[in-house]
């Protein structure tokens, strides 16, 4: 029942689209993206410079395109299928722990249902997040069937479902911890702490060797750059104030933002009354351990599964995320639901009132989440949508990239303009504004914006790979070439120069001006020999110069390199 639940009211989804934020990267960039080969599964398991090492994430999107090609629905629907069956293993999970089947049953759809897991499954990019949802809860209930009686065909399951959760996503590296955690409740293991520990750690050092990968592949790629200009208290703070406000939302679930800003600068107050808040709820919990054991079995879960998205090691641009709860939510989910089933006891009146309580929220959260999932509908959409919630630079771009790979060049420009105003210092806006400006003809915008890019990030390669563009556009065709050569030292690949170089020296031939067109072709030739319209465009204007001699040599020098083909027919013998 719970499984065909969640299925149903997460089934809309199935009509969303890619979100140009991540997708591409998982469902167009890399070789999982062409289906299942050879390459596809070495790609996953050797892959560490794509901010994280999830080996069957990768292998899932590439059995999908197998599978459903490239139609969005299929893919949906595995994402939607996987949350579907962790809701499912958590309801075996609470049943394990000892909770009445239709309290399980309860308390699993309390936490599938809610509109925070909607990020999870509407977004391809987050597969990562169901997936590694599955296992960690399949991996907790081998153990607990394990802890019935402890063999070792039982322990090997654990294990292994463990080790397939952290090659889903770095996040469970928290599992050995919550492992921990159920020996001391609700079983009460008699066994020294060391020997539960050393249980734990074959788990614990597949954990250790997922953290070093993952830390790699986020510093390779880039992602932990903010870590540069914000310091540890700061992170610290915005630590403490995100965990009150996945606090918050997991109750009162409103105004859910697929981007929620960073802000380096939060006013003491806030901090003040977050880490106090915080520290009551943790001297609750801990005063309540004999009694009511379950606050804090599941508020340790809450803080333990959080950690690693907590942003004290910051990657990113957000100050938090609505998919970063989709595991600390489960143990809120545990302390509410044992913390009723206390309060109604063995009374009918009070059973009756929590059953009507919960109907009533759940019908409610099923709303809200077929609501949220609307928003994720398109690209544009998800975009405008947190552009109205809360205003961010990071939004305006990816919102403005993707008008401008549509053709609306004008609406991207009003974005960008907008992000520059919230981050002056981004230099990818003034870089891509400078591409807009460049394209649309107003060069002498498109030079200030570009010289604003290189000032703020020398040794980016777009921004190199803009201002050789916006210079050669410009006719200054030394300084053109100048930047493309830091290009090429910066890693751009020389047919990409080539071929501009070479379509900019046609153009000033086709205007009567092959002298100034000729050195531009002659070096994409260095650039790329392999280029056929370059040596063409070479042969011609040695023509317009009536230099018949260097114009044979060029094209013999043109047919041994690439050899004799149907574009050189009509030129000189």
Known sequence: MVVALVLLTALPATRCGYIELDDQLYLRDHAPAQGLSTEAVAFAFTSVRELYWHPLTWLSHALDVELFGSAPAGHHFTSILLHALAAGLLCLVLIRLGAPTGTAAAGALLWALHPLRVESFAWLAERKDVLCAAFFLAAIHAYLHYLDRQTRPRYAAWLCLGLLALMSKPTAV????????????????????????????????????????????????????????????????????????Y????????????????????????????????????????????????????????????LPNSGLVQAG????????????????????????????????????????????????????????????????????RSIALEDSAFIRENLAAMLTR??????AEVHLLAGVRLFPQQYSLHNELANIYRRTGRLDQALAESNLAVALAPAQRPVVETAGMVHLRRGDYDGALGYFDQALRLGTPAPTIAAAVSDMGAWLASQGRPDQAEPLIRRAV??????????????????DQHRPAEARQAIEQAIQATGPLPEYRDLVP
């Open 526 to 543: 260095e650039l790329n020999p392999l280029l056929v319209q370059a040596r063409r465009n070479l042969i011609l204007v040695l023509e």
């Open 247 to 306: 606090f918050a939302k997991m109750f009162w679930p409103t105004n859910l933002n697929p981007f929620y800003p960073y802000h380096p600068n939060l006013p003491a107050a806030w901090v003040i009354a977050s880490g106090a808040l915080l520290a009551a709820l943790t001297a609750l919990a801990i005063r309540q351990r004999k009694r009511r054991p379950w606050l804090l079995f599941g508020w340790i879960w809450f803080l333990v599964t959080l």
């Open 174 to 245: 928290s599992l050995p911890v919550i492992l921990l955690l159920l020996d001391f409740w609700p079983h009460r293991r008699q066994a020294s702490l060391l020997r539960l520990v050393l249980e734990k750690s074959p788990l614990a050092a597949g954990a250790a060797a997922v953290v070093y990968l993952t830390v790699t592949g986020q510093r390779s790629a880039g992602a932990t750059l903010l870590l540069q200009g914000v310091a540890f208290p700061v992170r610290l703070e915005n630590a403490a104030v995100s965990c009150l406000r």
């Open 406 to 411: 549509a053709g609306r060049d004008h609406e």
């Open 317 to 384: 641009w957000q100050s938090m995320a609505d998919r970063f709860t989709h595991l600390p939510m489960i143990g809120i989910v545990i302390a509410v639901v044992w913390t009723v089933s206390d309060w109604a006891g063995a009374q009918p009146r009070r059973q009756k009132a929590a059953a009507w309580i919960a109907g009533v929220a759940l019908v409610a959260l099923a709303a809200l989440t077929i609501h949220q999932i609307g928003y994720w509908h398109d690209s544009e959409t998800l975009f405008l």
